[in-house]
């Protein structure tokens, strides 16, 4: 596949970077902006609950660069209604359409609650927003994302922050086979590997925070994922040969029936 | 169902021989564990435990990095009235105390709120003693009304509510709740608290709970270390912090370790509680609780907060008063208990980001 028809399009706009990156738990915001450029990011994720536009030095977002898509998240939200009144506030406050919506009543394992956030999927597609929701992986969860008008499906790979990798592996990648989106594995995600694992089942995308931002340096960590991605997507348009279980000997025992 | 239940469950275990039994080996094993019963925190508290600090110290720093990354929540407390009709033996604003008394004006609010805000703050704490005459549910209401204005998040720590009480300074705008039960031991409770309604052991225990149910968006609980036996008080916390978290998902849980400063008033039988001894009590709780938020006020000196950053804490309070209108009043007023950590918001933010560590000064907003 050449390069040009490998973009990732979501909401109709062409992505050249199929690593996301959040912005929360880093030691300090000035490192961000090398972040996105040591990652080649172009999505970058942050929750309104932290955005301070009062506040010069604290506002997160004049450390994103003007040419990244914002991704505003919900974080903190319990229901559909608290990530409904979030996004509205956060297109308010001049963070663009996208969103993703992060619906957690679950404050031990920060699971996300699917039922709540095909709630706010429906309502805030309506209303002209690109929403990309955070999930766990399930198949009719997913679908109903779908008929609500998400523009892309997030499912988690194990819980937020764990760095626990592809734990619910299986799930993704029936959703990746089901589902006529782009899926972006969220959370989990705690190693070059994993990402790379993740593209070459076949996401579309991953979105890694905890892994690069509590990294002890976050840049070069950055620069570790943006490859990984790479080379997990790569491997997955080459298209594996197929997995065997047992060896397939070079020299054929029955070669000199053919001769 | 009430916390109380759990508290009557284990009110007799026998303390003293769990820690007598207790050997550094069974410390070892629970550091190297995934999740923890509460034996296991039992475990952690135990004497044996004290030689295991900086093991301890070292998994409680990871788990709170995984969890809330190098960040830390500022805040303020800002007290708006010190009337108070509690006798209670360890509280300078005990109603037997002939102290300078005040309450301030909703204009005296508005200026006081002013004066924190310009600082950066974004998240403040408000107080007052327990007086229905003097600061009424009412009053209250509308101080939240006019802080509002000023910051995005607002907490209260202020005498036990009903549930529709808390619904209503919910709606008002107040999204969380600070109410420590001072002492869980019931007899030692009922010895301090010597007169008020400050008595009702129950009422208190229950606050936190019918704050969830009102849908606080956050609960922050404590006992006053040094009113009892610490390892005891700080098991009971733990418990309480657990019971909460489980039966109430959808609120964040937080802890606060205050111990007895000086203050004006009586009371004499404070049991010692040393650096090291705060330290264990933290970390214990980190092990037990990875997810839970670790609250250290400016009770402590600038030198132990500076340490305690990298050890778990996750909130922190910065440029305080004690005193009712103490950043903006020209007349002073008597303060709960005396500060130790007097430097400025600017100061404290100098000193994380130094440390390696975000300060947080917005993590909510109303919506």
Known sequence: ?259 | MSFYNEYLKLRNFDFTNFFRKTTKSDVLKVINKGSLDKYDFLTLLSHAAQSLLEEMAQKSHRLTVQNFGKTMLLYTPMYIANHCVNKCSYCGFNVTNNIIRKKLTLEEIEEEAKVISSTGLRHILILTGESNKETPVSYIVDAIKVIRKYFDAISIEIYPLTENEYKKVVDAGAESLTIYQEVYDEKIYDKVHIAGPKKNYKFRLDAPERGCKAKMRGINIGSLLGLNDWRKEAFFTGLHAEYLQNKYSDTEISVSLPRLRPHAGSFNDIYTVNDKDLVQIMLAIRLFLPRIGINISTRENQYLRDNLIPLGVTKMSAGVSTEVGGHSSKTKSDSQFEISDKRSVEEIRRVLLARGYQPVFKDWMHI
């Not at chain 1, 929403?131 to 523009?151: I, R, T």
């Not at chain 1, 905890?210 to 790479?230: E, H, N, Q, R």
Request: glycine fraction near 8%; hydrophobic fraction near 45%; include cysteine.
């Open chain 1, 1 to 259: 596949m050449c390069k040009q028809m490998d973009k990732l399009v979501i909401g109709g706009i062409e992505l050249d970077s199929r690593l996301f990156i959040g912005t929360g738990k880093f030691p300090n915001k000035k490192v961000i902006p090398n972040v996105i450029k040591s990652s080649k990011a172009k999505v970058i994720t942050m929750a309104l609950r932290r955005v301070d536009l009062n506040s010069k030095e604290e506002n997160i977002l004049d450390y994103i660069p003007k040419d990244c898509i914002l991704l505003p998240n919900t974080s903190g939200a319990r229901n559909a209604e608290e990530a409904v009144r979030i996004a509205r506030l956060a297109k308010a406050m001049g963070c663009g359409n996208w969103i993703k919506i992060e619906v957690i009543s679950d404050n031990k394992y920060l699971l996300p609650d699917n039922f709540e956030t095909i709630k706010a999927t429906e309502i805030l597609a309506k209303e002209g927003f690109i929403v990309l929701p955070y999930m766990s992986p399930d198949l009719m969860a997913a679908k109903s994302l779908v008929s609500a008008g998400a523009a892309a499906v997030m499912p988690l790979g194990a819980p937020i922050g764990t760095n626990k990798g592809l734990q619910t592996r299986e799930l993704i990648r029936i959703l990746i086979d089901e589902i006529d989106l782009p899926i972006i594995v969220d959370a989990g995600i705690g190693k070059p590997s994993h990402a790379a694992e993740a593209m070459e089942i076949g996401a579309a995308a991953v979105l890694v925070n905890t892994a690069i931002a509590t990294a002890g340096d976050p840049v070069k960590m950055g620069k570790a994922f943006s490859l990984s991605v790479k080379a997990g997507r790569m491997a997955y348009i080459s298209k594996f040969g197929p997995e065997k279980n047992y060896a397939q000997a070079s020299s054929p025992l029955t070669g000199f029936l053919n001769m």
